[in-house]
């Protein structure tokens, strides 16, 4: 929420208040924006000298690795992968990505992969076994970079076994429905995967491993960013089988579903990695981008422009519409008594609201709160 201030053209003024106050707003959410970019996440947190590759204070020999693989998934991992192929050149080796439909970007090196999202495809699942196929021949001389970001869940495809694919649809689109944050629909995930919840990590064990993160999840947790591929499980196969029943889905959910988490419950199914896991002792994750990164650049615009600014949360959680309601009453409370910023003002909130969609709805937390 931003409320006015100058200096401004007085003949956008004469156009109209909302208009300059419509000017001043997408100039701070344009300085989040940039903040968030995926290309310029990773340049600020990588950079090559040589043969000295590094990466948010940790330097990597590139002599000492025999190959460089790029994998990854998610809605910002191209241009990710765009700024590595530039900051590595002809050192890198070749790599696998699977992107949403529409975020296509050619690469010269990694073979990029469009796929359904927030719903799993074929064209997701033979991204990932082509990605699996890669990580089995990488060895103990090669790094792996691994570039993940939000969407990464979805994207990143390979059923447990006795699970299909269409199992998978089904599960995803009931847990979209059913109003689960997204930390809850990642339990379940992780646990019906075999690349999900450190799983990845494990597949290209015994190679080094830097995993780069754009996070697009309250907090940032490792293990919930994507479903946690390269990180560290805490969540258990008991936790994944609250969540259906939580939110009723022990009856609808497909029958392997169902069974295969059954069978978690009684150990006859391995857990997914936890901390301390041998598996993961050559893996490192760095968060390059995040909510509050963004966020702080947008406050940082807003001072810039003469407002005052604060930061009211960046673990904002809940029904949209009850959040958006939130919101509209602290806005009233600036218009109309200057707290808690006096005018003109710059609050920002971040996080990840929930939309339980009814009826024949697609969802849409933003125009959900707006």
Not at 134 to 145: F, M, R, S, T, Y
Request: some cysteine; glycine content about 10%.
């Amino acid at each position: 929420m931003v409320y006015p201030t100058g200096p401004f053209d007085r003949r956008v003024l004469e156009q109209g208040p909302d208009r300059w106050l419509r000017a001043q707003a997408l100039e701070v959410m344009a300085a989040a924006l940039k903040a968030a970019d995926p290309a310029e996440a990773v340049r600020r947190h990588v950079r090559r000298e040589g043969d000295l590759f590094h990466v948010e204070g940790e330097v990597y020999d590139l002599r000492r690795y025999r190959r460089i693989f790029v994998v990854g998934a998610g809605k910002g991992s191209a241009p990710m992968a765009e700024a590595l192929e530039e900051i590595l050149g002809e050192r890198l080796s070749g790599g696998v990505l699977n992107v949403k439909d529409g975020y296509m970007r050619p690469l010269r090196r990694i073979r990029v992969h469009e796929a359904r999202h927030p719903v799993p495809d074929e064209r997701g699942l033979a991204g990932t076994r082509e990605m699996l196929a890669l990580l089995q021949d990488a060895g103990p001389d090669d790094l792996v970079i691994a570039v993940i970001s939000g969407g990464g869940s979805a994207l990143l495809v390979a059923p447990a076994q006795g699970v299909t694919l269409a199992d998978l649809q089904c599960l995803t689109d009931l847990l979209l429905r059913s109003g689960a944050t997204i930390g809850e629909m990642n339990a379940v995930r992780k646990h019906l995967s075999q690349v999900k919840g450190g799983q990845l990590a494990r597949a290209a064990a015994p190679a080094m491993l830097v995993a780069l993160i754009l996070s697009d999840v309250v907090g940032s947790p490792l293990d919930v960013i994507a479903s946690g591929p390269t990180a560290p499980d805490e969540s258990t196969f008991a936790e994944a089988w609250a969540v259906l029943e939580r939110y009723g889905l022990v009856d609808q959910a497909p029958p392997a579903v169902v069974a295969h988490l059954q069978r978690g419950l009684r150990g006859d199914v391995p857990e997914t990695p936890k901390p301390g896991d041998p598996v993961l002792a050559r893996v490192t994750n760095v968060i390059v981008g995040s909510n509050r990164l963004a966020a702080l650049a947008a406050l940082a615009r807003a001072a810039e422009l003469g407002m005052h600014t604060l930061l009211l949360s960046t673990f904002v959680e809940g029904e949209a519409r009850e959040v958006g309601r939130v919101l509209a009453g602290v806005a009233r409370e600036v218009a109309q008594h200057d707290q808690p910023l006096p005018r003109p003002a710059c609050i920002v909130a971040g996080g990840e609201t929930t939309v339980t969609v009814r009826g024949s709805g697609l969802g849409g937390r933003n125009q959900e709160v707006a």
